[in-house]
């Protein structure tokens, strides 16, 4: 039984039930992987014909509504013949998940509502600027969390919005101290810093997703990176409107980088947090892109937020040239607790 994979036009032959992984694996096909269970979504890939059936996975690499089939490899078995494209076989990442045990080292208020939390791992945790992590502060009390620095800093950073009567939330405001051990697990997520191209990046994000897009921002630096960013932060108002002195200290660092923030809600600007003061633009950070670029073919972008609005962007960028390939995102879903 053969498998054709695409983009590189190679032909394995396979076992009637055999995991897709495995089989790409021993014939040293390029893809990446990370958790081996179906959560990180890292070994995503197209089914373009042909059978193959996925046992399980985390619904994530579902929610972008498109016809097309996509299936988790490592999920995955083949039981026909079958065409895949595999993502990007320049770009492969191999993170090995892993838990590692932390130290809370910090504790601060970003906004009215958004903590930020500061980690020091016990052991160095491999990941790509991008992804995230999962948190366990307690056996009841666990939640996945994007990483806002890079893994070559000795601390990890993350942004928590405190949901009202929010269960994991509500241990962080009121529960969680400075010297309280944390355990992380990962790295999960797809949407991490592809740097082996040239093309203008386009990064949107929403609310605590500015986290992520921090951690790509300086992932860029580090890489030594030229591609041209522009960042379009959205907030509800002024007074949610964060890390705008970290923009532009990483704006200073990279010259390449310019930023947009859009409040969907008026509001005075002395509303914001702090002493950082920016423009703000009114209305959906969607439209707000929609008006500022005609074509952004040869772009990639990578959408960093609430799914409505992860969903809205990639059908606007979509429209407006960006491959579907290359537009990364890792949805926040909102777990009511």
């Known amino acids: 039984m053969e498998i054709l994979v695409q983009p590189l036009g190679q032909r394995l032959d396979v076992r009637p039930g055999e995991n897709l992984l495995a089989a790409l694996q021993a014939s040293q096909v390029p893809i990446s992987y990370s958790c081996l269970s179906g959560r990180c979504g890292t070994c995503r890939c197209k089914v373009v014909e042909g059978d193959i059936h996925e046992h399980g996975g985390y619904a994530f690499h579902h929610g972008d509504h498109q016809p097309e089939r996509h299936v988790l490899a490592c999920q995955s078995v083949v039981t026909g013949p079958c065409v895949i494209e595999i993502p990007e076989p320049d770009e492969v990442v191999i993170h090995t998940a892993r838990i590692v045990k932390a130290t809370v080292t910090a504790i601060e208020n970003l906004t009215h509502d958004i903590r930020m939390i500061r980690l020091k791992p016990s052991k160095p945790l ?3 600027p991008g ?8 056996p009841d009390h666990i939640r996945p969390y994007s990483m806002a620095r890079i893994a070559s800093d000795n601390e990890m950073e ?20 400075v010297g309280d051990a944390v355990r992380v697990s990962g790295p999960l997520g797809t949407s991490y810093l592809r740097t082996r191209n040239a093309d203008p990046i386009l990064c949107v994000a929403g609310g605590t997703g500015l986290a992520p897009v921090l951690s790509i921002i300086r992932g860029a630096i580090e890489a030594d990176m030229r591609n041209p960013i522009h960042l379009y932060f959205g907030v509800r108002s002024p007074r949610d409107a964060y890390g705008l002195d970290w923009l532009r200290q990483l704006s200073d660092q990279y010259p390449n980088l310019k930023t947009e923030v859009v409040a969907s809600l008026p509001g005075e600007h002395n509303d914001m947090h702090s002493n950082m003061r920016a423009e703000l633009r009114t209305g959906l950070v969607t439209e707000a892109v929609g008006k500022d670029f005609a074509d952004l073919s040869g772009w ?17 960028l979509r429209q407006k040239g960006v491959k579907p390939e290359h537009i990364y995102a890792d949805a926040f879903y909102a777990s009511g607790t």
């Open 300 to 316: 990639r972008s990578y959408l960093c937020g609430a799914p409505p609005m992860v969903e809205a962007a990639t059908r606007l």
């Open 131 to 138: 992804q995230y992590a999962t948190l366990q502060f307690t």
């Open 158 to 177: 993350f942004h928590v919005r405190l949901v009202p009567d929010g269960r994991v939330t509500s241990y962080v405001r009121d529960v969680l101290k």
């Open 126 to 128: 491999a990941f790509s």
